[in-house]
């Protein structure tokens, strides 16, 4: 059974910054994709960051230049860097596992920019 734990949201200013993390554990194989989505009121769930095994990122455009993905193997740990945070980003942001045994999601950490 494999469990990710997410940590780091909260309430934040326009042009602020939050760390989100996220914590795998259970049966993970050594190759697998970590991954944040966010999904914002009344809109489906889309992609802002992913991150292969090896390092290889992939950004939506919206984030890009702002948010910064990275991981820690030892750990099965993924961060999201959030920087320049605007009002747009507000939204529930899930963490995503996809290995070879299958994909696994968080329980989501709210994000909200507002002055």
């Known amino acids: 059974q494999v469990q990710l734990v997410e940590s780091g949201g909260g309430l934040v200013q326009p042009g602020g910054s939050l760390r989100l993390s996220c914590a795998a554990s259970?049966?993970?194989?050594?190759?697998?994709?970590m991954a944040w989505y966010r999904q914002a009121p009344g809109k489906q769930r889309d992609m802002v960051a992913t991150?292969?095994?090896?390092?290889?990122?992939n950004y939506a455009d919206s984030v890009k230049g702002r948010f910064t993905i990275s991981r820690s193997n030892a750990e099965n740990t993924v961060y999201l860097q959030m920087n320049s945070l605007k009002p747009e980003d507000t939204a529930v942001y899930y963490c995503?596992?996809?290995?070879?045994?299958?994909?696994?999601w968080g329980q989501g950490t709210q994000v909200t920019v507002s002055s």
């Open positions: 259970g049966s993970i194989s050594s190759l697998n994709t």
């Open positions: 991150i292969r095994t090896g390092g290889t990122t």
């Open positions: 995503f596992l996809r290995t070879a045994f299958g994909l696994y």
